[in-house]
């Protein structure tokens, strides 16, 4: 497999996207590639290694999903969020503990009096200090894009 990293004008194109959707302050430190429109990073050791013009290597797979960009648009995934949600000021909603439950259990959530969003935009879900995920915004309510197998019957533990 061909690992494909980003050179410095992408990855400056990349931030600009981020800048628009969220207003996103910080930088992105690690090697940044892209595979079908989904987005990945690698540490900077394993980067250079990847990124040697001489280095052959059988790699099956590598880099952690931070999320993906359709149509100038960036939906991040859960890693995606907690690590770059903190450098973000905009299309942030901030959910209570009922609200977390049914996101947890992935379900859409229905914004309440007081929370606001622009509508058609992805925005990060955010509880208390805890990035948790990226929705979609339609008419008022959060469409949950959390995998099945990260669903967590959140009747069986307590959320603090």
Known sequence: MKINFLNSKEKKNFIEVLKKNYEFKGKIEHYLFEKEEKYFIVNNEIGKILNAKDIKLNINSYGLYIGELR????????????????????NIVEIDKEQTREWFNGNNVVLIKGQKAEDKTYVLIKYGDLFIGCGRIDERIIMNFLPKVRRIATNDFEMQ
């Open 71 to 90: 149509h100038e648009n960036f939906r991040f995934s859960v890693e995606g969020a907690q690590i770059y949600g903190k450098e973000c000021n905009k």
